[in-house]
């Protein structure tokens, strides 16, 4: 048989089983990660589901605190009955009173381990309320934020600064224009005013004489004479007059 031959049926024969072996590794590698794949959906690694709001965490917190309220109510209950069979069984059945009492602590254990619980899921749930909380407040403050910032997007400081000085000098001018209306008009207005004091005084002066002139006058008058009074007696009244008063006053009295 020729060399070639020869040399070409060892390599055939050396080949498979090196294809056996790597199609064995193949196999055992697709039942590793089918293996991997059926522990991580076991152990909740495979697809990742959508968390719970804060709201239902809340609410599940609640609910899991009013189970463990009710857990310590029950345990209270038994911690006392057990308490009550060992004051009951005494010295009269000491084996019973013993496990009364080691029942009564394993509760005291599950009470206390049922308090730590609760305690922790409290912190828990207030921490996600003040989280809650916290997140509503800068979401607020945000809007806020973005409400202002709109308010003055048309607005420059420079621009502000330009308004706010242009009415400072329409105010100047207007308050130029109020005091220069209200200002007196009138003629003559550079009159030496010492030519008017003394135009004063010589009017003053004059009326003094005149008043001085007539009080002079006055005491060279003759004294005014009074009437004299009459020396004739009136007319008596009649004696019909008499009569009729006479007879008026009668008749009223």
Known sequence: MPRGG??????????????????KCGVEAGEARIAMSGLGMLFGRGKKEKGPTP?????????TEKILIKKQEFLEQKIQQELQTAKKHGTKNKRAALQALRRKKRLE???????????????????????????????TMELAARGMKKAYQDMDIDKVDELMADITEQQEIAQQISDAISRPVGFGDDVDEDELLEELEELEQEELARELLNVDDKKEEPPVELPSVPSTHLPAEPDEDKEALKQLTDWMS
Request: aromatic share 2%.
């Open 55 to 63: 709201e239902e965490a809340i609410q599940k917190l609640k609910e």
């Open 6 to 23: 020869i040399g070409q049926g060892r390599a055939l024969s050396d080949e498979a089983p090196l294809s056996r072996a790597r199609r």
């Open 109 to 139: 254990q599950q009470l206390a381990q049922t308090d730590g619980t609760l305690s922790t899921l409290e912190f828990q749930r207030e921490a996600i309320e003040n989280a809650t909380t916290n997140t509503e407040v800068l979401r």
